[in-house]
C-alpha cells in the first residue's frame, strides 16, 4: 500500500474507445505524474501537474489527455488510441515537483489496446 | 544526450550477495535513485544518494561514484522475495528524473 491508487488495473480497448484511466493519492502531495512503461524500456514521463497546474507535457500524442481536478485526483483519457499505447501507466506522486524527493507510485494500469 | 545503462539481467543464489551497477551520463546531478518493483506491483523507493559513498540500509546498500558517472546496489544474504526489477534513476539539473531500463534479478534456490 503505497497509498496511491489507480484504476482500473487492467483495460482492453479498441482503437475508437474512449477511457479514462483514475489516479487518487492520499498522501497530501503537492505533484502528481503519469508515467508510460514498456517492457525493456526506461520509464517514460508523459505529463507532470503541480498544484494542480501542468507544469510538463513531453510532448505526449494528443490522443492521452490528463486532467488534475485537484491536488488527489489525476486523470488520464485515452481516444483512438494505438496498438503501440499498449503498456503499463503509472501514476506517482512527490511532496514537490522540481526537488530531490521520493516519488510514490500507485501499481499502475494495464492498457491492451487492439 | 542524457543516458543511464544497467544490465538487463541479472540471476543469483539464495544467501548470496548481489551486485547491480548503474552508470550514467547527464546534464547535471541531483542526486541518484534506486527503486524495486515485483511484477505486477508499484516500483518502491530503495535508497537516494548525492554525495559519494556508501549508504547502507538493512540487507542493501547504494555506492556513489559521481566522478566516475557511477552507482550499485548491493544486496547481502539474498532472499527469493528479492527477486524483482530494480530501476536506477538520476536527477538532472533541472530536477528531471533520467531512469534506466531496469534490472531484473532472478534469485534461485
Known amino acids: 500500500e503505497t497509498g496511491v491508487t489507480q484504476t482500473p488495473r487492467h483495460l482492453v480497448m479498441g482503437m475508437t474507445n474512449k477511457k479514462s484511466l483514475k489516479c487518487e493519492q492520499h498522501?497530501?502531495?503537492?505533484?502528481m505524474y503519469w508515467y508510460k512503461q514498456s517492457a525493456k524500456k526506461p520509464l517514460e514521463l508523459m505529463f507532470v501537474y503541480s498544484l494542480e497546474e501542468r507544469v510538463e507535457n513531453n510532448s505526449v500524442p494528443s490522443r492521452f489527455s490528463p486532467e488534475c481536478p485537484n491536488s488527489s485526483h489525476l486523470f488520464l483519457h485515452l481516444h483512438t488510441l494505438q496498438p503501440e499505447d499498449s503498456a503499463l501507466y503509472l501514476c506517482a506522486s512527490s511532496l514537490g515537483q522540481g526537488e530531490p524527493g521520493e516519488l510514490f507510485f500507485g501499481e499502475g494500469s494495464r492498457l491492451t489496446v487492439l | 544526450g542524457q543516458n543511464i545503462d544497467q544490465p538487463t539481467e541479472m540471476t543469483a543464489t539464495e544467501g548470496a550477495i548481489v551486485q547491480i551497477n548503474c552508470t550514467y551520463q547527464?546534464?547535471?546531478?541531483?542526486?541518484l535513485f534506486w527503486y524495486q518493483q515485483h511484477a505486477g506491483e508499484a516500483p518502491t523507493f530503495l535508497s537516494y544518494?548525492?554525495l559519494d559513498g556508501l549508504e547502507e540500509k538493512g540487507r542493501f546498500s547504494s555506492f556513489l561514484s559521481r566522478s566516475k558517472g557511477y552507482s550499485y546496489l548491493l544486496l547481502k544474504e539474498l532472499q527469493m522475495k528479492d527477486s524483482a526489477s530494480y530501476l536506477c534513476?538520476?536527477?538532472?539539473?533541472?530536477?528531471?528524473?533520467?531512469w534506466g531500463a531496469g534490472t531484473k534479478l532472478i534469485i534461485k534456490p
Open positions: 534513476a538520476v536527477m538532472d539539473s533541472n530536477y528531471q528524473l533520467i
Open positions: 498522501l497530501g502531495h503537492n505533484a
Open positions: 547527464t546534464s547535471g546531478f541531483n542526486g
Open positions: 544518494n548525492v
